[in-house]
T-cell receptor, first 114, second 114 residues
Framework: SQTIHQWPATLVQPVGSPLSLECTVE??????LYWYRQAAGRGLQLLFY??????ISSEVPQNLSASRPQDRQFILSSKKLLLSDSGFYLC?????????????FGSGTQLSVL | AQSVAQPEDQVNVAEGNPLTVKCTYS??????LFWYVQYPNRGLQFLLK??????LVKGSYGFEAEFNKSQTSFHLKKPSALVSDSALYFC????????????FGTGTRLTVIP
């Protein structure tokens, strides 16, 4: 069966520090991968999605970037965190062959930038 | 461009009463519609989806949703609410014609009062 792993679960970082959140999927190949941010427990915002290795689409301009170095690995990064980057970050995947499939979400990372 | 509106930030309902969580959408093509539920500090869990066919879709935990094309709505319903249904509910839409990303509404917090 397929599983999605996202870590760390919580993270406290000072303003200006770098960020790296990692997400991996097991049990499937060529998944679509997604990063979402949820601010203050509401409003899920799509940040990035990827349909293949090295293919990243950004939905909103921001202080963050994403990379997909391997088929089932999706990384969210920042060179210098801002206070406004605080939030709950969710990684998700869906089967790459059909657009009518649901997304499967990781358990999320609570990021606090101080 | 796709968009989703959940007009109610908060819905309160007494245990045992029917519940409705509203959702309207906007897409240029055929919509794929989804409902997800989120419990505190957790990732989103899939409830149900509408792709095609019968307008009334049944999902997990006794929830159902009705697709109404003329009103561009996909309201979530349950005949008899449970206290354990209290959570944050998200409606989401994907344009059916090959789009890979899923756009979420801002969420509705459902509170079931014992």
């Amino acid at each position: 069966s397929q599983t999605i792993h996202q870590w760390p679960a919580t993270l406290v970082q000072p303003v200006g520090s770098p960020l790296s959140l990692e997400c991996t999927v097991e049990g499937t190949s060529n998944p679509n991968l997604y990063w979402y941010r949820q601010a203050a427990g509401r409003g899920l915002q799509l940040l990035f999605y990827s349909v293949g290795i090295g293919q990243i689409s950004s939905e909103v301009p921001q202080n963050l970037s994403a990379s997909r170095p391997q088929d089932r690995q999706f990384i969210l990064s920042s060179k210098k965190l801002l206070l406004s980057d605080s939030g709950f970050y969710l990684c998700a995947w869906s089967p790459g062959t059909a657009t009518n499939e649901k997304l499967f979400f990781g358990s999320g990372t609570q990021l606090s930038v101080l | 461009a796709q968009s989703v509106a959940q007009p109610e930030d908060q819905v309160n309902v007494a245990e045992g009463n029917p519940l409705t969580v509203k959702c309207t959408y906007s897409v240029s093509g055929n919509p794929y519609l989804f409902w997800y539920v989120q419990y505190p500090n957790r990732g989103l869990q899939f409830l149900l989806k509408y792709i095609t066919g019968d307008n009334l879709v049944k999902g997990s935990y006794g929830f159902e949703a009705e697709f109404n094309k003329s009103q561009t709505s996909f309201h979530l319903k349950k005949p008899s609410a449970l206290v354990s249904d209290s959570a944050l509910y998200f409606c989401a839409v994907r344009e059916g014609s090959g789009a890979n990303n899923l756009f979420f509404g801002t969420g509705t917090r459902l509170t079931v009062i014992p």
